[in-house]
């Protein structure tokens, strides 16, 4: 038997149960949930207020950590890019769809909404993105599980809502969206869609059994957006898109890498993109990370208070 350590959200515990299910096909090892209460889920206060998206994984680290349990299957995103000591991060398994979707009343989709509407998100990069389309929407702060986020728009207290596509595609409800957003209007956040298997880093067994998980391409794309992000030292929370894809090029693959910075009113955005090798990820998110700070990244980011 091997532990699990998991956020107890809705979500969570289904996104570990998909790693439980293929470590299962993998190894015939029988996997035990153990459900961790962190500090994101118990606050309801703005994400931005209590330290962005790393709130949700401390907790569930220091479990690793501890020896409570063996493993944590996390929201890549919602991972800090800094290294976690003592941890290691033993698999990225296949990334689900990395793109964001709208969920609006009336199966209205974003160019569909009235001037005025409220659309709910609880994350700055969103908020710099949909101001940066100047639909003249208003934004309202939201937070909560995916149920909670989607009652707000059938309950008619918003107009529509941003949220993951990979969260819906995992809790079988991605038939409940409006539209799904292309990346040119909205960048997803680093490692979106991505799960982080993370486990002692000591702990060789354990290692060696999560990494059949590990998939290779979307190990190189989310190296490349998290080195991009910590390249910029902008932490979950800042508005900050990324995207980088695997193409076939003529030489062989490609990562392709888009990223945007702004700041919450979007009014300006920087957006900009580049190219290389699959094995050079990180240079990759470094070097396109160092032009956006060329171009006054760091002022724009900087005039977002994010902790
Ligand atoms: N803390 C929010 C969070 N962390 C991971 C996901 C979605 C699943 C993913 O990105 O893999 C979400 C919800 C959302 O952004 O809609």
Redesign the pocket.
């Known amino acids: 038997m091997i532990r699990l350590g998991t956020r107890a959200s809705k979500?969570a515990t289904t996104q570990s149960g998909w790693v439980a299910d293929r470590l299962r096909e993998a190894h015939g090892v029988e996997v035990e949930l153990v459900e961790i209460s962190t500090e994101?889920d118990r606050s309801s206060a703005p994400l931005a207020q209590i330290g962005g998206?790393g709130v949700?994984v401390a907790a569930v680290r220091e479990a690793v950590l501890d020896g409570t349990v063996d493993f944590a299957v996390h929201?890549?995103?919602?991972l800090p890019t800094a290294a976690a000591e003592g941890l290691t991060l033993a698999a990225v398994p296949l990334r689900?769809d990395p793109r964001d979707v709208l969920i609006a009343r009336d199966g209205l989709t974003l160019g569909e909404l009235p001037r005025g509407a409220r659309v709910g998100t609880g994350?700055p990069r969103r908020v710099s993105q949909l101001n940066a389309l100047g639909l003249g929407i208003e934004i309202a702060e939201l937070r909560g599980n995916?149920d909670t986020r989607i009652g707000k728009v059938a309950g008619g207290q918003l107009d529509a809502i941003v949220?993951?596509r990979?969260?819906l595609l995992r809790l079988g409800r991605a038939d409940e969206a409006t539209e799904v957003l292309d990346p040119l209007q909205m960048l997803p956040?680093p490692g979106?869609?991505?799960?982080a298997c993370e486990c002692r880093a000591d702990d060789d067994a354990t290692t060696a059994l999560l990494s059949v998980l590990d998939d290779p391409d979307t190990r190189a794309a989310v190296t490349a957006e998290r080195t991009l992000l910590a390249t910029l030292e902008a932490g979950c929370s800042a508005p900050v898109g990324a995207l980088a894809d695997v193409v076939w090029g003529d030489d062989g693959d490609e990562l392709w890498l888009r990223a945007v910075v702004g700041d919450l009113s979007g009014n300006p955005v920087i957006r900009r993109s580049a190219s290389g090798a699959t094995s050079e990820a990180a240079a990759l998110g470094r070097r396109l990370a160092e032009e956006l700070l060329a171009e006054g990244a760091d002022q724009l980011m900087g005039s977002v208070t994010t902790p």
């Open positions: 979500l994101g998206t949700f929201s890549l995103k919602d689900e994350s995916v949220l993951a990979a969260g956040a979106q869609g991505a799960l």
